[in-house]
Structure formats: C-alpha cells, structure tokens
C-alpha cells in the first residue's frame, strides 16, 4: 500500500484526494492518501509527522509551494526553473526529493494542433501558476509574453525572475485595468483565482471587450478547473475560440505525480471522471 497524501491551507476544496485515489487504483495499488490541512506556521510540524509515520509521497498547494523548498534534499529542473514544488517523493532513509508537476500539466493540456512557436502569450496575473505557464509557454516556443496585473509594484520579482531565466523570451508587464489590444496575442491564459467557486465565481480577469478584440484563431485557457466550464471559458466559446480548462491541467500534473512515486503511468480517463463526479 501507498501511503501519501497533500499539505496546505485550506484544502477543503481540493478534489486532489479523488483523482489521486482513481489513478493509482487503475495500475493495481491500494493508497491512503489522507487531506492534511497545514497553514505556513505549521509546516516543520507537519514535516517531522510525515517523516515518522511511513509516507512515500505528498503534493503541496498553497501557501506552501516555495517554503517548502527549504526542507528538500534536491529538486527536478522544473521545480528550479518555478521556483517553487508541488510534489514531493520520500526516500526510505526519509529524505524529500522535489518536483513541480504542474508544469508537466499545463503544458500536456495544450492540444498539438495548437502551434505557439514565434507567437506572443498573455498571461492574466503573475504568482506562482503564473510562473509554470511562462515555462510551458517557453517550451512550446513563444517569443513575446505579455503579463496583465492589478498591482505592477508586486509583480517586481516575477518579472524579473522570468526575463532572467528566459532571456530569448521578450517579456512586458501591464495594468490590468488597462488591457491593450491582444489583437496579436495567439494564447491568453488566466492564471489568477477569478472565476473559481467560492472566489468571484461569477466574474471573470479581464472585459467582455478585450475577447472582442482577440484574434479569431486564438485559445483562451483557464487554469481554474472549478467550475469546470468558468465564466471565461464560457465567454470565450460564445465567441468560437477554443478554450483549455484547468481541470485537464490538473488531472496531467496528478498522472505526473503518480509517475514519479509509482515508476507506473495511470489511467487519466479514469482520474478525470473520478474529478467530474467529485464537481458534481
């Protein structure tokens, strides 16, 4: 049996223990993952527990993807390239080995027929998903990434983080409130909470406008994943563009995690109907 579970604060929206159960069921493991509720205060608390009780394996959400990194004996180039771990594997001699699978994710969701290469991305906000959408985007072969924002001050140390490890990528930051044109703009991605149940679920980052403006061949991609069908993916169908939901996104980053705790690729199909019943 797999003993692994999740670390955060608050988890009481989290379908993690659903998908992660349904995918390791399909290759043949039984699993205990248990929901550990876990705000940044008690994170060395909750190290020591895992570390003495038997764990493989864990994911990390917010708050604690970047203080996290602190307590690892190594990382994957994806977690150093973010900045940050969701995923981490326990060695029998207790040590945490680091990974940041939501990278892996969001850029599987990405359909193959979608070709980004020279073309520009606008990424709606600039914390941590922000960051794993500026490595996928850079691994599909964008040139120009363009950041939207309510606070440019805040943003600082994103921005500055991303130009320094993606110096081909020419990278700009602007207002929110003062979107310009995404005329030339192939992908937008919304990397902020807005639209999700229980946060703004009825409004969505940017205007109805700023879709009008969009070219027709672009995809709007939303890595809320609850609702599944949030606010701008429904804008944006309305308007015939094709859309990429976060619930593809985080059924990819679970297969990944399973991956690397298992050595086995599970069942997606099975992860997200598991995920849909769990929405329901």
């Known amino acids: 049996m797999y003993k692994l ?14 998908i992660q159960k349904a995918g390791l069921n399909s290759i043949g493991e039984d699993v205990q993952y248990d929901v550990m509720e876990t705000p940044a205060e008690d994170l060395i608390d909750r190290i020591k527990y895992i570390k003495t009780n038997g764990y493989q394996g864990f994911n990390v959400t917010i708050p604690l993807k970047v203080p996290m990194s602190l307590f690892l004996t ?14 981490v594997k326990v060695t029998e ?8 699978t939501d990278i892996y994710g969001f850029k599987k969701a990405i359909p193959a027929d979608v070709d980004l290469k020279g073309k520009t991305a606008s990424i709606l906000g600039t914390g941590g998903a922000a960051r794993a959408a500026v490595v996928g985007l850079s691994e599909k072969g964008v040139k120009n990434i ?3 924002t309510r606070n440019i001050v805040n943003s600082h140390q994103t921005v500055n983080y991303v130009r320094t490890k993606f110096p081909d990528i020419e990278f700009n930051v602007y207002q929110i ?8 703009t192939s992908i937008v991605v919304n990397a902020t909470p807005i ?4 946060y703004i679920a009825d409004q969505m980052a940017l205007e109805p406008r700023d879709l009008d403006g969009l070219n027709p061949s672009a995809v709007v991609y939303d890595i809320v994943y609850n609702p599944t069908k949030t606010i701008l993916l429904k804008e944006a169908e309305k308007r015939g563009f094709k859309t990429i939901g ?5 059924i990819y980053q679970a297969e990944r995690a399973i991956e690397i705790w298992t050595g086995k690729t599970p069942d997606t199909k099975l992860m997200k109907i598991a995920a849909l019943e769990a929405l329901q």
């Open 246 to 250: 976060g619930l593809d996104m985080l």
């Open 74 to 87: 190594d990382i994957d180039d994806y977690a150093n390239i973010a900045g940050c771990v969701n995923t």
């Open 195 to 198: 639209g999700m149940k229980g």
């Open 177 to 184: 409130q003062n979107m310009r044109s995404l005329a030339d």
């Open 5 to 18: 579970g999740i670390i955060g604060y608050p988890l009481g929206h989290s379908i993690s223990a659903v």
């Open 146 to 148: 363009d950041f939207y």
């Open 93 to 100: 001699n207790r040590e945490f080995y680091g990974y940041n």
